[in-house]
Nanobody, 125 residues
Framework: QVQLVESGGGLVQAGGSLRLSCAAS????????MGWFRQAPGKARELVAT????????NYADSVKGRFTISRDNAKNTVDLQMNSLKPEDTAVYYC??????????????????WGQGTQVTVSS
């Protein structure tokens, strides 16, 4: 089992920045592909960014490319999401997720093995 705990959410004005962090515990290790998803009110959960087990490959949703950066520190078992130039449409609950497997393009939620409880990000206009 792997436990994931997100932190770093909050309220920010449009154009501002936030940094989310996900701490993994339990049967962790660098073998998991990690990702961030988000779910806005009334909308389906969507993939935001993923990172390979080594950290050498990343994948982003088109809506966040150039603004968000995902990174990981396998020694600390953490995955971060740096969010810059935030827009009101980025408002959502952000979830950290982990899955076994090397494909970093997998967006189907059922293929992700572990989930955090989520952290709220609110961007005001």
């Amino acid at each position: 089992q792997v436990q994931l705990v997100e932190s770093g959410g909050g309220l920010v004005q449009a154009g501002g920045s936030l940094r989310l962090s996900c701490a993994a515990s339990g049967r962790t290790g660098s073998r998991y592909t990690m990702g961030w998803f988000r779910q806005a009110p009334g909308k389906a959960r969507e993939l935001v960014a993923t990172i390979s087990s080594s950290g050498g490959r990343t994948n982003y949703a088109d809506s966040v490319k150039g603004r968000f950066t995902i990174s990981r520190d396998n020694a600390k078992n953490t995955v971060d999401l740096q969010m810059n130039s935030l827009k009101p449409e980025d408002t959502a609950v952000y979830y950290c997720a982990a899955r076994l497997g090397s494909d970093i393009t997998v967006a189907t939620m059922s293929f992700w093995n572990y989930w955090g409880q989520g952290t709220q990000v609110t961007v005001s206009s």
